[in-house]
């Protein structure tokens, strides 16, 4: 199965010059589903993964799935404000200006090994914030895993010290 048939290019959003990658084809098709989640976990299988950490929010969706298949617990990392317990902050730079990541700081246990998931890998600036955090807390960046990654924006620079998995790389 070619699961870059299910990605749809969306022009000019969320503004104009972007080209947005859509991953609502691939969730809405089961088969697709299914093999995306597949192929992500299967590297994770002899790992001994204890957390998946998804990056909000469309990181939730797959990163949800894959800790349920590798029978991992799931950890969501969120734009500030929106963790309502005590939590641990990340700054990152964007384009313009900076914007914050934040984790719940009894998320992860120290040593525990965890897996990043997000859905696409741009310029990189928001999965080094995530593994930021995660080494804060003191968990073990096992993987960082991309549905979607966009390699002309070399964004796995960022987080090259990590092992990185993409299964569609653009
Ligand atoms: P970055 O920090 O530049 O790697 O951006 C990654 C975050 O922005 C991810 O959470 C993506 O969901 C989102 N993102 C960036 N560029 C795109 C794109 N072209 N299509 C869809 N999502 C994107």
Do not use: W
Not at 1 to 15: G, K, S, T, W
Not at 17 to 28: F, H, V
Not at 50 to 62: D, H, N, P, T
Not at 139 to 164: D, W, Y
Request: contains cysteine; glycine residues 10%.
């Amino acid at each position: 199965m070619e699961l870059a048939d299910y990605i749809r290019n969306v022009a000019d959003f969320p503004q104009s010059g972007i080209t947005y990658k859509d991953i609502t084809p691939l969730l809405g098709n089961a088969d697709a589903f299914q093999e995306a989640v597949t192929r992500l976990s299967n590297p994770l299988a002899q790992l001994g993964i204890q957390k998946v950490v998804g990056i909000e929010s469309r990181g939730f969706i797959l990163g949800a799935s894959l800790a349920n298949r590798v029978g991992a617990g799931f950890v969501p990392i969120r734009k500030k404000g929106k963790l309502p317990f005590q939590t641990l902050q990340q700054e990152y730079n964007l384009e313009y200006g900076t914007d914050c990541l934040e984790i719940h700081r009894d998320a992860i246990l120290p040593g525990e090994k965890v897996v990043i998931h997000d859905d696409v890998l741009a310029t990189g600036g928001t999965a080094a914030a995530a593994c930021e955090l995660v080494q804060r807390l003191g968990g073990e960046v096992v993987q960082v895993s991309f549905l979607v990654e966009l390699s002309f924006l070399n964004g796995k620079e960022k987080i090259k010290q990590h092992p990185i998995f993409s299964l569609v790389t653009f």
